[in-house]
């Protein structure tokens, strides 16, 4: 037996005389501070011993010589190591200490959490990703502490500093979630889970790969203390969150309390689904109690009721079980194409819209007639708006509808920030937008002008015409002045298509009004009133003839008046091979998505 390379003899396994297996070892040799075992390559018997311990041997150097034939059998090696069932302490310690961090290991803190009818981080997480997918980073750190605390003792109070995070494939797509864990010092944000998000964000980013977070917890830690830092404003964990606007799908999720920099992450979502039980906050009670703005209790800073109403919220759900699912629900539009459903009978939509020009209806119930897998954000708020994410043939799409109910379909300034921030979802991953317009027109008066309308309505212009997604208008009803060009993208030959239904009616503004204006001078010539009314109302009935879809139609202003059972084979237009694969560009297709 030769030195494979030059090294120093650190053992001698076997003497003079000595038996040895094939596989066994007769000499260590230590080379570059690494051992080495140089093996028997056959079974026999040492005859000499060529080398001592702590001599230095060159390459080619003979160690022993030996004479092959019977022995003893060998070790089997693996990997030139032998392969022995020991006990491996080292492993011990790294199964010990995993597992210090599991939920089978914190039975209290567990069963404080569903005597709240809460569920833990780590069960949220099992329930949203698939058995078996979820690679965990960061278990095994603990709060910045030290300084005050025990390392002992911070290991087993703060495992993972109180964010469970990782990738996991959600209906077998790969993803990055991650959970503030309230059992550990409130959910706050720690000095160490900010790097770990700094870590999983720009995995995020590096793969394209949608986020989910849980966003539950009280803001920042001052009690990490071992941090060398005065402020802590140099952390990048917001900014890099919010550089992932518009790249990959964000979902945010609040159940329970959710302030500051937590509520602050929540915000750069794409998404906000809230539990009933949810109060989220730029500032928790001790902040605002801080700032000398009084006293209050959690659960009054921001509850559901209030943040649903102003659009904080775009879907309320029950509890924790309902808003992984929504997360995993809202997940799908953003896969591309699926199966698509069975064919559903398209002529129950020419009975929706009643004949009766003044009568309302319930524009939810035209969308799920005429789409599949209908899901609404942002019910709560922007009522004369409806926004949704939906599917034809398995295909997804944004909607954007008119509500007749609220103001009679007129667009206020909360329903044009709706869609305007809807438009530049669906922008930013590719999905077409489909719109389904009634309405008078954009809201006017003096309430309204207070609300800022007119900036807040040039935001449906100024996305809508500036989108790369196809769009497409389908005029239900009414279809009058800005408001109607604005659910067009800007005009009636902006979009891919501009059709109307047997019940769509047009005018630069409301016919009424229009005739009022127009006709001052001569309806004001006629003194006799029941004569004014009289001539009024055959103008206003002339406006409306003119201005019917069939008449709009055939002067080109619009693509054609259909059949409403013939209106998916016009949405099918908008649909290209590539469409919803937002994942396949480049680059982002717009810089972000509007926080509003």
């Not at 944000?189 to 590096?206: C, P, S, T, V, Y």
């Not at 809508?464 to 030959?493: C, E, H, S, W």
């Amino acid at each position: 037996m030769t030195a494979p390379f030059a090294g120093t003899v650190i053992a001698v396994a076997r003497e003079a005389d000595q038996p040895v297996g094939q596989g066994e070892a007769l000499v260590v040799l230590e080379a570059m501070k690494m051992e080495h075992e140089i093996l028997a390559e056959v079974a026999g018997v040492v005859r000499r011993v060529a080398v001592a311990v702590g001599e230095t041997v060159t390459e080619g150097q003979l160690l022993a010589v030996m004479d092959a034939g019977a022995a003893a059998p060998g070790a089997e090696r693996e990997n030139g190591r032998a392969v022995e069932d020991e006990h491996r302490e080292d492993l011990d310690a790294v199964i010990e200490r995993h597992a210090i961090g599991l939920d089978d290991a914190r039975p209290d803190a567990v069963a404080k959490r569903h005597e709240l009818g809460r569920r833990t981080a780590r069960e949220n997480l099992a329930e949203l990703v698939d058995a078996g997918t979820f690679v965990e980073y960061g278990p095994l750190i603990f709060a910045a502490q030290e300084a005050r605390r025990s390392k002992e003792e911070l290991i087993r109070r703060t495992p993972a500093d109180g964010l469970v995070a990782g990738v996991g494939e959600i209906d077998g797509r790969a993803s990055v979630v991650m959970s503030y864990d309230y059992t550990v010092l409130a959910g706050t944000q720690g000095m160490r889970n900010h790097l770990k998000k700094d870590r999983l964000f720009e995995i995020a980013e590096r793969r394209r790969l949608p986020l989910v977070l849980f966003a539950e917890g009280g803001g920042g830690r001052p009690g990490d203390v071992d941090w060398p830092n005065v402020a802590g404003l140099d952390c990048r964990a917001f900014g890099l969150f919010a550089q992932l606007s518009g790249l990959v799908p964000l979902v945010g999720i609040a159940s329970g309390y959710c302030f500051a920099g937590n509520a602050a992450l929540l915000g750069c979502c794409d998404v906000v689904i809230a539990t009933e039980d949810a109060s989220i906050g730029m500032g928790g009670p001790a902040m605002i109690e801080g700032g000398g703005l009084g006293v209050f209790e959690p659960g009054d800073v921001g509850p559901i009721d209030v943040q649903y109403a102003n659009g904080v919220v775009d879907l309320r759900v029950k509890d924790d079980a309902e808003a992984v699912q929504a997360a995993k629900r809202y997940l799908s539009y953003f896969r591309g194409a699926t199966l698509p459903p069975e064919s559903r009978d398209q002529t129950q939509l020419r009975n929706l819209i009643p004949a009766n020009r003044k009568r309302i209806y319930d524009v939810r119930k035209v969308i799920d007639a005429l789409l599949d897998d209908v899901l609404e954000l942002r019910r709560g708020f922007g009522l004369g708006i409806v926004t949704a994410l939906a599917r034809q043939d398995g295909r997804p799409l944004g909607v954007i509808a008119n509500d007749p109910s609220h103001l009679g379909g007129a667009i206020d300034a909360h329903g044009a920030d709706k869609a305007a921030r809807f438009m530049q979802l669906c922008d930013a991953f590719d999905l077409p937008i489909l719109f389904l317009c009634d309405t008078p027109g954009f809201m006017v008066g003096p309430p309204a002008e207070r609300t800022a309308t007119v900036r807040h309505f040039a935001r449906m212009f100024v996305t809508g015409a500036n989108v790369d997604v196809p769009i497409g208008t389908i005029v239900l009803r009414k279809g009058y002045g800005l408001g109607a060009q604005a659910m067009a993208g800007g005009g009636f030959k902006a979009g891919l298509f501009c059709v109307g239904w047997p019940t769509s009616e047009f005018g630069g503004m409301g016919l009424e009004g229009a005739v009022r204006l127009g006709m001052r001078r001569e309806l004001e010539a006629i003194e006799d009133p029941a004569e004014r009314d009289r001539a009024f109302e055959a103008t206003v009935a002339a406006a409306y003839e003119r201005g019917r879809g069939i008449n709009m139609a055939a002067y080109g202003e619009i693509d054609d008046v259909i059949d409403p059972a013939d209106s998916r084979r016009w949405i099918a237009t908008l649909f290209s091979d590539g469409s919803g694969q937002w994942w396949k560009h480049p680059r982002k297709r717009r810089p972000n998505v509007d926080a509003w």
